[in-house]
């Protein structure tokens, strides 16, 4: 990526406009989500990138305050890959190669 293009895309948007309208909507949206469900809940607390949060996602179970929670932590967990693929990738990137 040329640093031209990469310094365009870490100004912020103008607060005109409808591209940073829809970001603010997402954002308040998964901040409002992450009232109800303990997944969302964790990856703002933690980040979504910290063990926490990998291992909610490990875990596999949706889990929340209420049946609203768990349906959205339900979409949160929902994968394009089951969990225990990464899972086992996890434990296998530990391993040492046998030699």
């Known amino acids: 990526m040329p640093a031209d293009a990469f310094a365009e895309l870490r ?3 103008p607060v005109w406009t409808p591209r940073a309208w829809r970001f603010a909507a997402m954002r308040a949206a998964a901040r409002a989500g992450a009232l109800l469900s303990d997944g969302l809940r964790t990856g703002y ?3 979504f990138d ?3 949060f990998m291992a909610h996602v490990y875990a596999n179970r949706p ?3 209420s049946a609203l929670g768990r349906a959205v932590d339900r979409r949160l967990l929902e994968p394009f ?3 225990g693929i990464f899972y086992n990738l ?3 990137a530990r391993k040492p190669l046998a030699a």
Do not use: Q, T
């Open 11 to 13: 100004r912020p948007l």
């Open 45 to 47: 607390r933690h980040g």
């Open 50 to 52: 910290s063990g926490p």
């Open 63 to 65: 889990s929340g305050r």
């Open 81 to 83: 890959l089951p969990a």
């Open 90 to 92: 996890m434990i296998s």
